[in-house]
């Protein structure tokens, strides 16, 4: 609890201590040298009254300065005010101390949920050693590390930014940034990411980027916009408030005035009985009016809304996934549809050769180089595969005269890219990318093709017929003619098969994967994860086509849609089509900055499992906001038609105003207090 929070907390106790004596000597007459008369209490009362609510009345006075008068401090002070005009000392200062108690609730409640996400602030490395070329270190803020810098991570320090290692071993701790509670081995040539804290051993990371590119500054400027975006629920809940708060002003004015006019006009023309008019006095109207503006207060609404939105996007962060905002947390609770990229969503993303098939008259050995020629320097993972598979070659070669065609190397994306492993191999001296077709390289001389069949076919060079099997085909042509093809295969993540199941468990109808690559090994994919579709040999802008068709198939339009859908993607060329769907859901471990901006959801480590955890924290979050609407309305509404006829006095009103917005506080707090029961 802050500070602030203390001093509120202290000034409360203080005021309900003395208003509780005040109570007990009036109701019970001990103190004898006291005047019965209860107008000497006034003075007595007004001590507990301002001490718990002095700041609520200048409050209401400078809303009614800046012509902003119809807020809460508003209704609190003219309906205690009120009650103080008709005699009713107690009940007023009832009122403010416990109106004050909900708001010192509400405080702390929401004081909670931000700290849940504020954690997310302790990420934030202080400081960063770069080691110089002359062998000195220097400590700097992390905003002053360059690109290219070596820095030292010494044990229980924060990685200042995203790097890789180029010496030392340690076990790293990335709990705050992907929720993963299990520690992480890094050794050269691993990524690491900025944020997470260094064991026991020391590292000397190569920074990849600048603090403000890297994760821990992508992670706070998410956590900082998504408060900014609210959700339809938030959004009415602001506009009934702005309408509701002065309806129910006037409302109570003419409760105040018009019975008590009508009764006085009544008795002058003799339709009222002077002793109905005595029964019913102007202060007794005025009473009501005051039981009715408690009453209508509309903080229960107010507070508790926004504050389970915040304690869903809290529990999601938890879960080691950032939501943009709360708009997006209810669009996840109404997803019907989840469509996913293949590579590195669904799959590891680290190819493997699996197999290499060269042309009549081609050896292996020149199909591999060939193809590792065009591909030197390539930071795409099927380039990076083969640049893998033909060192290993080479390596192997060299001890053992090995043949490639008992190769099968996993990719190592630490290793070639830039190209420097490969120092056999010639760069290219010009690289045209064709995008989902593959790549045309200018290597000494010679023009490579290294693709798929249509890119060949593009530039006149004839593809014999073959069979495709559930590896990605990758064919290599050069001068025209073709020399045959590499197999390349991606594993299928662990974690895919369960969350797709899990997903249809909590109400997706359809999950649908969306790929470049071939139509064999989308649909081999397809079958091993259960998907319902499968859509292979897309470009970006047909995955885009695909997504508006997926999405006109919805039924209605716009905000009366009957189901939303998500799209799940970590490359670049993933950014338009998580932009066009509903909700579009980034990795960030291994995503693309681009894919990271263009999305609206962000999972940190990449685990698929997530998914069905976010729909379950949207479900819930949207289950209890809607409860807390209609519990604080209900009651509310039924508090002030009793009011209105004199069935409720002031302490029904309490409850109905600072008891439905603890219960709707309490309720809300179920995200942030136990997460885990989502």
């Known amino acids: 609890m802050s500070e602030k929070l203390i001093r509120e907390r ?33 003075p007595l009362y007004l001590i507990p009254y301002f001490l718990s609510g002095l700041s609520v009345v200048k409050e209401c006075f400078l809303g009614i300065k800046n012509r902003r008068p119809f807020d809460e401090a508003l209704l609190m002070t003219v309906a205690t005010l009120g009650a103080f005009l008709s005699g009713e000392f107690a009940e007023a200062v009832a009122v ?44 700097v803020d992390p905003d002053e590390v360059e690109v290219g810098d070596m820095l030292l991570v010494k044990p229980g320090e924060r990685v200042p930014v995203d790097g890789i290692v180029r010496q030392g071993e340690s076990m790293v701790n990335t709990a705050a940034l992907t929720g993963e509670s299990v520690p992480r081995e890094v050794f050269p040539g691993e990524k690491i990411i900025s944020g997470c804290i260094n064991g026991e051993g020391m590292l000397r990371v190569e920074a990849l980027k600048a603090f403000e590119d890297s994760t821990v500054s992508k992670i706070l400027e998410l956590v900082e916009e998504a408060s900014e975006k609210k959700s339809k629920a938030e959004n009415f809940i602001t506009k009934f408030a702005r309408i509701y708060t002065p309806i129910v002003v006037y409302s109570a004015l003419a409760l105040a005035i018009l019975p008590s006019l009508g009764l006085f006009l009544g008795t002058k023309i003799g339709l009222v009985s002077p002793e109905f008019f005595a029964a019913h006095p102007p202060l007794t109207w005025l009473y009501r009016a005051c039981t009715f503006l408690v009453v209508s207060c509309p903080c229960a609404l107010v507070i508790s809304v926004p504050l389970s939105f915040f304690g869903g996007i809290g529990a999601a962060s938890r879960e080691g996934v950032l939501v943009k905002g709360s708009n997006y947390l209810e669009l996840v609770s109404k997803l019907k549809v989840v469509v996913s990229d293949k590579t590195g969503t669904l799959t590891k993303g680290n190819f493997a050769v699996q197999e290499i098939e060269p ?15 065009a591909e030197n320097g390539s930071t795409h993972p099927i380039g990076l595969s083969i640049l893998s598979a ?44 064709r995008s989902g077709a593959g790549l045309i390289s200018i290597v000494e001389g010679c023009k490579i093709l290294v693709g798929k069949a249509k890119l060949l076919e593009e530039e006149g060079i004839s593809v014999p017929q073959q069979d495709e099997g559930a590896a990605t085909s990758c064919l290599v042509a050069k001068d025209g003619q073709y020399l045959g093809r590499i197999l390349i295969a991606d594993e299928v993540k662990e974690s895919s098969k369960e969350a797709v199941s899990k997903m249809k468990q909590q109400g997706i109808e359809s999950v649908v994967m969306l790929t470049g690559d071939s139509t064999p090994v989308a649909e081999a994919v397809g079958r091993e994860l259960n998907l319902d579709s499968v859509y292979g040999e897309l470009l970006p802008a047909q995955k885009v086509e695909k997504v508006e068709e997926i999405l006109s198939s919805l039924s209605g339009e716009g905000e009366k849609r009957s189901g939303y859908l998500a799209f799940i993607g970590d490359g670049i060329n993933d950014a338009p089509v998580l932009s066009r769907a509903d909700v579009g859901i980034a990795m960030g471990a291994m995503g693309s900055d681009a894919a990271i901006e263009a999305a609206d959801v962000v999972i940190m480590d990449d685990d698929l499992s997530r998914i069905p955890t976010l729909i379950a924290i949207g479900k819930k979050t949207m289950r209890i906001a809607t409860q807390n609407i209609v519990f604080a309305l209900a009651v509310k509404f039924l508090v002030l038609i009793l009011s209105a006829v004199g069935l ?27 997460p885990k029961s989502i």
């Open 96 to 139: 403010m101390v416990f109106y004050q108690m909900g708001e010192l609730f509400q405080s702390y409640a929401v004081g909670k949920s931000r700290k849940s996400i504020k954690e997310l602030m302790d990420i934030v490395p202080e400081l960063a050693h770069i080691e110089r070329e002359d062998g000195t270190v220097d400590t």
């Open 390 to 433: 033909y060192k290993k070659w080479m390596e192997d070669s060299s001890k053992a005269n090995a043949s490639p065609e008992d190769v099968v190397v996993e990719n190592d994306p630490m290793k070639h890219s830039s190209g420097k492993e490969s120092n056999s191999l010639p760069f290219p001296e010009n690289t045209e990318n």
């Open 10 to 42: 202290n000034k409360l106790l203080l005021s309900v201590i003395l208003f509780l004596i005040l109570l007990i000597v009036e109701k019970t007459g001990i103190l004898p040298f006291l005047p019965e008369h209860s107008l000497w209490y006034l």
């Open 359 to 373: 042309w009549e008259g081609i050896s292996k050995d020149e199909l591999l180089r060939t193809a590792a020629m």
């Open 648 to 674: 409720a006095n002031m302490w029904a009103a309490v409850f109905g105003d600072v008891g439905v917005t603890v219960i709707c506080i309490i309720n809300a707090m179920r995200l942030i207090q136990n």
